[in-house]
């Protein structure tokens, strides 16, 4: 059994937060007819990782408030990580 299963989960809670809270994420726009391309939810590879075939989404910013933050977190995070380069 993988002893890092609560360090994995809490972070993986952590990023899809992180990342509901910053953006919406929306079906694509075909960019020749204007209208939305609808995703198939069960496009999956088969085999060891089952895992969703590549599609292609819209991430985008739920406001210019967020889009600051995001940047303010990035550079306060690079600048603390520096050392450690
Ligand atoms: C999404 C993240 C992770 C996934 C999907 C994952 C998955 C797995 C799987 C499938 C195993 C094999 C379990 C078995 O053989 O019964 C494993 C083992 C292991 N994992 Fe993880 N793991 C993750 C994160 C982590 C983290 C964050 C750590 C450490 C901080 C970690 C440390 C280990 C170790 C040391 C083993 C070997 C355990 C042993 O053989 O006794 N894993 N992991």
Redesign the pocket.
Known sequence: ????VH??ERN?WRIVSKLIWAFEIKEPIDPTTGKTISLDPEDYSNGLLHAPKPFKVIFKPRSQAHIDVIKREYEESMRDLAPFE
């Open positions: 059994m993988c002893p890092g360090l994995a993986q």
